[in-house]
């Protein structure tokens, strides 16, 4: 089994007309922040968000016309269904995609809109996949696996071989790594065009199947994550025939770090990145030495990520930087004590969002009551004066924080 550079150059080629070619660009801010030549590859502006549609389409356009004509079938709950089914339409295949119960009805939608059929089956995606196979067995259907195959691993290269003719001379490619598709196929560009250019696998810690294979190590993969796009259990056999020679390193990442990069992305450029999409940032923000001074490149491989969450994280971010802090304030319940209060916040230039003041709560003396405070204020520093003053008052001050 081997797959080349040319054959991933011929595979671009061919599925270049239904691309959009995502624009590489360095960071002068994030770069600035951490020390480092920041080089984004905005993937996440790719037709329907993502990456994926490379590999589908590399798949579709490989299918005889017999093949094409028995229709196609997947299972995802996101990207790769969106993907398979924007590509069907295109190419006039008819897809059928398997997506778990509970799967969000925005990624259930969009998968329709691009004109995919969908089935609800199976509480999680082993369930998911033994109703793909029945499918297959009663249908006919040709399966296209969202990472573990050789035609998808082609077109999942080509965002490398792209970004490889818009910028040069990177020390490190920082590769988002769920099934392992994606980085099969750039470290296959890479290990022909660059002995300079090490390939780091970049994964979430609930999630490290391609760490536990790399490095022989048995951790365990469970639970959730920011970064559900690459939450994969065991990295795909095909790929990791290309992936084991091919790479470098691979880092894994806590959710707290992607959060940050979420923020810092939407903050510093301006575009929405979903949680696989941001690990390549959120490994320089817990590794900042390490790539000092370097030319680094990242993928924002997605940015279909749910306008609740990123709302969440981008209000947690200021929660983190001291700008939007909720105290609780305990206080003689007596007049003129939240006149004090205020009194402290406005001379101090901070503006009050929310209070409660509660005088029946059973763990204060009866003479006392607890006040609610959430304000915003400039930053850290800013918060740290205003808590002082308050407690110079001889008011007892918690703060509310997230980690």
Do not use: W
């Not at 916040?345 to 409660?356: F, I, M």
């Amino acid at each position: 089994m081997k797959i080349t550079y040319k054959d991933i150059y011929s595979t671009y080629i061919k599925i270049k007309p239904y691309l959009k070619v995502t624009e590489t660009s360095l960071s002068e801010q994030i770069s600035k922040k951490f020390g480092c030549n920041l080089f984004i590859k905005f993937e996440n502006r790719q037709n329907t968000g993502s990456f994926k549609i490379r590999g589908a389409f590399s798949k579709l356009l490989s299918l005889s016309k017999k093949d094409k004509l028995k229709g196609v079938i997947g299972m995802s709950a996101g990207n790769h269904a969106q993907g398979l089914a924007y590509s069907g339409t295109k190419l006039g295949i008819n897809t059928h995609i398997v997506m778990p119960l509970g799967t969000p009805f925005t990624k259930i939608r969009r998968t329709k809109n691009f004109g995919g059929k969908v089935y609800l089956e199976g509480n999680d995606l082993i369930e998911s996949n033994n109703y793909v196979n029945a499918l297959k067995d009663k249908f006919g259907f040709i399966e296209v696996h969202p990472y573990n195959d050789e035609e998808v691993i082609k077109g999942q290269g080509t965002i490398y071989l792209e970004m490889t003719k818009q910028v040069s001379k990177l020390d490190y490619l920082l590769v988002p790594v769920g099934g392992g598709g994606l980085i099969a196929g750039c470290s296959i560009v890479n290990s022909h065009i660059s002995k300079n250019t090490k390939i780091i696998g970049i994964e979430t810690k609930s999630y490290p199947s391609l760490y536990n294979n790399f490095y022989n190590k048995n951790l365990n993969c469970h639970g959730s994550t920011i970064a559900e796009g690459i939450a994969v259990k065991e990295i795909g056999e095909i790929p990791y025939l290309f992936i084991k020679n091919n790479i470098d390193d691979v880092i894994c990442v806590s959710d707290t770090s992607i959060e940050q990069a979420i923020a810092i992305l939407a903050l510093t450029e301006k575009v929405i990145v979903e949680g696989a999409g941001a690990v390549g940032l959120a490994a320089i923000i817990e590794n900042e030495k390490k790539f000092k001074n370097k030319n680094v490149g990242i993928l924002l491989c997605g940015g279909n990520i749910d306008s609740k969450i990123i709302s969440s994280i981008l209000m947690r971010d200021l929660v983190r930087a001291g700008q939007i802090t909720t105290m609780t304030i305990t206080m003689p319940d007596k007049p003129g004590q939240l006149n004090v209060i205020s009194n402290i916040c406005a001379k101090s230039g901070a503006n009050v969002l929310r209070v409660e003041h509660n005088r029946f709560t059973m763990d204060l003396s009866a003479s006392l009551a607890k006040l609610d405070i959430t304000i915003e204020t400039q930053n850290q520093d800013h918060l740290t004066k205003i808590i002082a003053l308050i407690e110079n008052e001889g008011l007892p001050v918690e703060v509310n924080r997230v980690g």
